[in-house]
């Protein structure tokens, strides 16, 4: 049976680490709130020019040829090199959040390599840098501190290069990935192809559209239309993980608030029964004690 003592002092060690988690879950979810309004306004912007982009660059398509037509909307089906952008938290305790988008990334490394694509990885987050670090694996560029803490201007200084190499034609694809915010208690994986920018979807409505854009500006729009959707989509990569982030760590906090309460009613029934046990001992001893002197 195990010492009073010892379990005393595992039961007040629990109950510590219970109040941890627990006050973690709290900051957690306060920043989850912050993160998430913001989420859902940047979402909006970013839904918005998107579909403005799409339009203007379909029509701008009708009337190029495919020698003409801008490398930015132009589908490759053989790439030779490939950038993956992805995003990983700097901070821990969060479950698995980063686990799920570190495997999507194995797993389009894998399948490129196997292809005989070229792959290079450009990383946000602590977390990522240190698992690929660790594997081997060579990360062209590293930020550390962007993905706790995103500004607009920050992600336009991160995804700059992977846009500048891919007009360039340095890289002939770039892909996001991120582990994005679903719902308080759940997170939802997102892999975009950032660039080439797909027109599949796109439809043209003459009679609903807003656009009034002279024929001789069309390309100049597109242009500089691009570069703002190429940094606003990595900047709202990172508003959107970070939520997923917060989300993540708040209910496996949760979790560990309440497997550590387990853990207490445990080790209290335990604590009981030593003492029982103790006290039994002492009262068969006295007893013992006083048959003896009889």
Same mark, same amino acid.
């Given at each position: ?13 629990? @109950? ?68 993956i952008v992805f995003v990983t938290s700097d901070k821990g305790l969060c479950g698995g959040f980063n ?8 797993t389009l490394i894998e399948q490129y390599s196997n292809e005989g694509v070229e792959v290079r990885l450009?990383?946000?987050?602590? @977390? ?144 009981? @029964? ?21």
């Open positions: 049976m195990a010492n009073l003592k010892d379990i005393a002092r595992q039961i007040n060690s629990v @109950k510590n680490t219970a109040k941890t988690t627990k006050a973690m879950k709290l900051v957690s979810s306060a920043k989850l709130r912050k993160a998430q309004q913001l989420s859902e306004q940047s979402k909006s912007y970013a839904t918005k020019i998107s579909g403005v982009l799409s339009e203007i660059a379909a029509r701008v398509a009708l009337v190029q040829n495919d020698d003409n037509q801008s490398r930015a909307f132009t589908e490759n089906k053989s790439p030779k090199v490939v950038d686990m799920t988008t570190i495997k999507e990334v194995r450009r990383a946000a987050g602590r @977390k990522g840098i240190d698992y690929f670090t660790f594997q081997g694996v060579e990360i062209l560029q590293k930020e550390l501190g962007l993905s706790g803490a995103p500004t607009y201007d920050k992600a336009v200084k991160f995804i700059k290069s992977a846009f500048e190499d891919f007009n360039n034609e340095v890289t002939d694809k770039v892909i996001v990935i991120h582990n994005g915010f679903l719902n308080m208690l759940s997170q939802e994986l997102k892999t975009q192809e950032l660039l080439p920018i797909s027109l599949d979807s796109v439809s043209i409505d003459e009679t609903g559209s807003m656009l009034d854009i002279e024929p001789d500006d069309n390309e100049e729009v597109l242009e500089e239309l691009t570069s703002k959707y190429v940094d606003f989509t990595m900047y709202y990569s990172l508003i959107d993980s970070l939520a997923a982030e917060h989300s993540a760590r708040m209910q496996a906090m949760d979790n560990a608030t309440s497997n550590a309460n387990d853990r207490v009613k445990d080790l209290t029934v335990e604590y009981n @029964k030593a003492r029982q046990a103790a006290i039994t001992t002492e009262l068969i001893e006295i007893i013992s004690g006083v048959e003896a002197q009889k």
